[in-house]
């Protein structure tokens, strides 16, 4: 599987997702400077988190306008896959490739813990070695993840399957004390209408390697390279 990396000003996850990617597939993604008008013919490509342009304006607001992301836009239009996790899932709902927006933590804290999420959707190409109902744990660090949509969009998601994750207590259950960031109906991960394109804000790159606390983000990089190899 080839894949390839955005790099932002203030990105700061990019290794990380870069070692996730290598480990997962044994090759290494190419890093692309979010001023570049191009792309490598690659299989995946990712949005890393960080706080690009230092979240001025909004979170991902003007890295949705970063030159590559017309590139970006017209892969995902052909089909391509794209993942974004936190400031890349903000960058993607900026970008009009995710419904929704990420509005600051209702608390007005930064929120660095982990977070247990549950996989509503197992059947995409980024969730097929998941199953409906799984528990992961992993990471999650942000300002801006509070997950917002109008009534009709959260209905729309519902009724697609466009929830890919939801935050929830160790129980397997949505809870406010589950929910690090006041996101409705407690949503972590949403798709567009194809499912080829998934924005989360928790970090499964930081959960692959056990020095790192937990392996648990192990098994969406494992899927995701199956479903594209």
Not at 43 to 65: C, E, K, T
Not at 82 to 93: E, S
Not at 119 to 145: I, K, S, Y
Not at 158 to 170: I, K, L, N, Q
Request: glycine share 10%.
């Amino acid at each position: 599987m080839r894949s390839a990396v955005i790099v932002f000003p203030g990105s700061n996850r990019e290794m990380d997702m870069v070692a996730a990617l290598e480990q997962a597939s044994g090759r290494k993604p190419a890093l692309v400077w979010h001023k570049d008008s191009e792309l490598p013919e690659v299989d995946l490509i990712v949005l890393p988190g960080g706080f690009s342009h230092g979240d001025y304006l909004r979170a991902g607001a003007m890295a949705a306008n970063s030159p590559v992301m017309n590139e970006v836009r017209r892969r995902a239009e052909k089909g391509v896959p794209v993942l974004g996790v936190c400031n890349g899932f903000q960058i993607l709902t900026e970008a009009r490739l995710l419904p929704g927006a990420l509005m600051r933590n209702a608390s007005l804290r930064f929120v660095c813990r982990n977070v247990t999420l549950r996989v509503e959707n197992a059947q995409t190409l980024f969730t097929g070695a998941l199953e409906a109902g799984q528990r992961m744990t992993v990471p999650c660090a942000h300002m801006d993840g509070n997950y917002f949509a109008d009534d009709d969009t959260l209905k729309r998601l519902e009724d697609t399957g466009g929830v890919a994750f939801r935050y929830v207590d160790a129980a397997g259950e949505t809870t406010d004390e589950a929910n690090p960031n006041g996101s409705r109906d407690s949503i972590a991960g949403v798709f567009n209408e194809t499912k080829t394109v998934l924005g989360l804000m928790p970090h499964p790159e930081d959960a692959v390697d056990p020095l790192h606390g937990g392996t648990e983000g192990r098994a969406l990089f494992a899927g995701i390279v199956k479903a594209l190899s």
